[in-house]
């Protein structure tokens, strides 16, 4: 396979290219054959590269597309794809459609990127919707969480289209025989809504799925599967409560360590550890989110992500393309769909 | 008004009497005008009181009311409701529909508690159906959330009611004009699936209810809302995950202030500080949850409470009694409704 070209939303994202470029830059250091194309408002970017101290065959690398329009972090998925056929994120997307990347990595807007993904890179065959997916962390390590929130009501069948993607995602990233499972009010069969109870109906029925039953929330975080499956709607409440919660805690576990002297010295201690562990349970502003179910490779860094959070989405998309995840994926429904 | 009586499921939860009678006993104690009816096997009751040390003029605020059968945790609703006519969970409610006691505090299964206070005490009018609610901490102090599994599929008219009860709640609390919040998957008036779209109309139409619109997964913790209203299927993942982040958070600083000499120092001093924080994040195991819709008062103690959990639940139940809390949902519905 030829070197890996990823195309940039430049200008997504809470911070834009003021964040995008140096983090670009820095993970083409890493990755000597990996070619990136920043789309974007190239006076600006051409701008920040000069700024910066990026390496003259680095330089070389790191490729700048011109796209006059933003999609703005409020607009309606409608006004992305019929009011700006200029914008960054299209473009960027249409160089995937059009087999000049590889991939496509954004920090914009969520609802406008999957629209915009949908239209121009179309779903697998048997797939009707993509589903948003990111790892968590557990207590024996991490789980792959599907739907995020891209689709807020889902019917069984779509809730089964997701688990089939996220256990041939999750082998695809290194899990071996991935124990999957729906999330649910109870382990117990007569839990749960009908779309839940109909999905587990056709998942036990499905071949070549390790299917392990319902889970709760807790279990989630417990280690208890390692694709966990649910509507777009729970996943997003799970996912955000859950960084509500981890900052919550971080914040008084702060205000602990400098209620007193003593504890202050304890604090000195153990704040950085504190610090390390809260960027660990803010998964999706980590990690990044990838869109599955596309014929292409979208990935979605979080909008409030810093260069470390960007360079994570760059770093999955790149995994992404190695392991060449929606031709998996089309494999793997043809023979289950 | 006369001395409160509270029924109470002595057979419920993973502890059962060993854990519910001692903690009746210091409840007591506490709460010198207070009556308790301990519903379920006579013999061995007596036998746990006897063993205890509970001062003679205590034991004749405690009474025992025999009951020959107990729900097991894993019977269904149906088997609880037809085939147990003689149950410590439908005795104790029972003596509640009979006006010989004021409320009733389980351990029990829920869904038996939840068909069986369905049953036995009725819905109040204009109410399809009882939620279940509890304190959620926050960064700024506490939030009331239901539902927390009683009702899997909702309707807005469902949701709208609840948002009604669980105002109610919160003044009877002690909320001043509580800020009253629909969960959602974003905060602008386009997201969201249609229940929630619909429900959002029906409190922006309502006279006396604070209404602030949307509020995401991390803007509960935040402290942005007082109340905040989902569906039972939503509001039990989020709450069970809660629990599964706070107990992986308290493994991993464990493990992290065991890691090496000058850690484990540290973790001397913080370790009784990290418990405090974890007991205060497992709202439902610490505070109890209570079914708010019913003509009668029913609070549910975490089936695996301990003796702290279970007087949090009866606390709950005694100032749910003081408010008159049924009495003054009643008023207000007939407002509203």
């Known amino acids: 396979m030829s070197a890996p070209i990823i195309a940039i939303d430049a200008m997504g994202g809470d911070y834009g290219p003021h964040c995008i470029v140096p983090a670009c830059i820095s993970f083409l250091a890493e990755h000597p054959s990996l070619q990136l194309v920043l789309v974007g408002q190239a006076p600006l970017l ?131 025989r991935p124990r999957v499972a729906l999330l649910n009010v109870g382990t117990e069969d007569i839990k749960g809504n009908q779309q839940v109870k109909l999905a587990a109906n056709l998942l036990q029925a499905a071949s070549g799925v390790n299917f392990i039953g319902y889970i709760e929330g807790d279990g989630l975080y417990r280690g208890l599967a390692d694709v966990v499956v649910c509507d777009g709607f729970v996943g997003n409440i799970l996912l955000k409560s859950s960084e509500g919660l981890a900052a919550m805690i971080s914040a008084r576990l702060e205000a602990l360590f400098a209620s007193s002297l003593p504890a202050r010295a304890v604090g000195l201690v153990a704040m950085p550890l504190l610090r390390r562990l809260r960027t660990e349970l803010t998964p999706a502003q980590h990690n990044g989110a990838s869109f599955l179910g596309l014929q292409g490779i979208v990935v979605k860094s979080h909008g409030s992500a810093g260069e470390e959070g960007f360079r994570s989405a760059l770093r999955r998309a790149m995994i992404e393309v190695r392991e060449n995840l929606p031709q998996r994926l089309h494999g793997r429904l043809e023979h289950l769909l």
Chains 1, 2 share one sequence.
């Open 46 to 176: 051409e701008d920040l590269i000069a700024r910066s101290s990026i390496p003259a065959l680095d330089r070389q690398r790191l490729h700048i597309h011109h796209a006059s329009e933003v999609v703005a972090m409020d607009d309606r998925p409608s006004q992305a794809l019929r009011g700006k056929p200029d914008s960054s994120m299209r473009i960027a997307l249409e160089l995937v459609r059009d087999g000049k990347a590889q991939a496509c990595v954004s920090a914009g807007n969520t609802g406008a990127l999957m629209a915009l993904s949908r239209y121009l890179l179309k779903t697998l065959p048997g797939i009707d919707r993509p589903a948003m997916v990111t790892a968590v962390p557990t207590q024996t390590g991490s789980c792959h969480l599907l739907d995020l929130g891209a689709n807020v009501d889902c019917s069984a069948e779509h809730l089964y289209q997701f688990a089939i993607m996220g256990a041939v995602a999750a082998e695809a990233l290194g899990k071996v």
